[in-house]
């Protein structure tokens, strides 16, 4: 609706015109006019006025086609049309209401029946703008909400496909930073751990695959809850090998301490399931390697499947730690137990050579924590 409410009148008669603008404005109405079909089509469609009276006889055409012309145009057919006949022949009322008026009035206007039907008209106008407005306002929001739940679907679908690829703790970086420019190339101190089974080998060549699947998912479903529940991210798991990383994505200041805990939980953990195994009649065993320093981590993969990798000799180091642990057995790097050292009890093996390693390395088995040592929360550097 106009404020004022605007009009368009429409007669071929000057003086209806002048008499319609003069009582009109008088109540407050904006009055604009035409004096004839074709100039009020024009109008109407220059203006789009609140109301529209309309004389039935005219020259050009007449207001029953130009009422037919308004209600087929969609940016017209709301408009409301009385028509202005002076006969009283109840044949032009009746045409002129099948053809798409609102309503009547009869020459010579009688000005309180002018001002009511007028009146009417425009409360009809004003509810019809205000339910159209209502009708853009619920589109707006019915597209907003599909945009909203088309983000959160798409969301939805880059962590699931993030988790499937990626371990929750590098998914949960992604996500909450909402990029993806962590998974890039970079260079970073970490802790790595990696464990394996004894004797998985030569079980996994005699047993049956269902057997061995049993196995590792019990393995895996044991390991699992004690890495994430330390905070460690599983970089990548092949058949019972496991290698975990601390201080990447996710830096802490005891990393180091914090793998040394995991290792020693996993190795309980390890007992009773061993255990359990042993009375099924499988024979396996448990070991780790620990090693600290200096690796490059990012995404690797293609499009359609991508794993987050830490390459360097610190990821070899640990791993040929874990070969060379024995049943039960936590072996860790120099740097390792240096970082530690006062509050790790720890036996020193000497220096042993490992493979892919030109001199030997010096090599600690972990025994447990000094009681002084319960609870440190931050590495030593040595």
């Known amino acids: 609706m106009h404020d004022p409410p605007l009009i368009l009148a429409v007669d ?23 004096a004839d079909g074709e100039e009020a089509l024009f109008r109407a469609r220059q203006l789009a006025p609140d109301l529209i009276l309309l004389d039935v006889m005219m020259p050009k055409l007449d207001g029953i086609q130009v009422v037919r012309q308004i209600r087929a145009d969609p940016q017209l057919h709301a408009i409301p049309v009385i028509l202005v006949t002076a006969k009283a022949d109840t044949r032009d009322v009746i045409a002129g209401l099948d053809a798409g008026g609102d309503d009547y009035l009869t020459k010579p206007f009688e000005h309180t029946a002018l001002l009511a039907r007028v009146r009417s008209m425009l409360r009809q106008k004003a509810l019809h703008d205000r339910v159209e407005a209502q009708a853009r306002e619920l589109a707006e929001w019915n597209k907003a909400l599909e945009d909203r739940v088309a983000a959160q679907v798409e969301e939805i679908e880059r962590m699931g496909r993030l988790r499937r690829f990626l371990s929750p703790q590098v998914a949960d970086v992604v996500l909450s930073s909402g990029s993806e420019s962590m998974l890039r190339s970079h260079r970073r101190e970490v802790t790595v751990v990696f464990c394996d089974m004894r004797g998985f080998t030569s079980f996994s060549e005699t047993a049956e695959p269902e057997e061995v699947m049993a196995i590792l998912r019990d393995y895996h479903r ?19 090998g496991l290698l975990v990383m601390f201080n990447d994505p996710i830096q802490y200041p005891d990393y180091t301490a914090r793998a040394v805990r995991m290792a020693l939980e996993m190795r309980v953990q390890m007992q009773d399931l061993t255990a359990r195994w042993e009375r099924l009649g499988y024979k396996l065993g448990f070991g780790v390697g620990i090693a600290q320093g200096f690796v490059t981590l990012g995404a690797i993969g293609f499009d359609k499947r991508q794993d987050y990798a830490a390459i360097g000799t610190t990821t070899n180091l640990a791993s040929r730690l874990c070969d060379e642990a024995k049943p039960g057995q936590i072996l860790v790097s120099q740097r390792v137990f240096s970082a530690l050292e006062g509050t790790l009890q720890a036996s020193h093996l000497g220096s042993i050579a490992l493979k892919g390693f030109h001199r030997s390395i010096p090599v600690y088995e972990v025994l447990g924590w000094r009681e002084e040592g319960v609870g440190a929360s931050e590495n030593r550097r040595g």
């Open 222 to 240: 044991c390991l699992g809850e004690v890495i994430f529940s330390h905070g460690g991210t599983l970089e990548r798991f092949a058949g019972d």
């Open 12 to 34: 071929d008669t000057p003086d209806n015109l002048e008499i319609l603008e003069r009582r009109l404005t008088s109540q407050g109405y904006e009055v604009v006019t035409a």
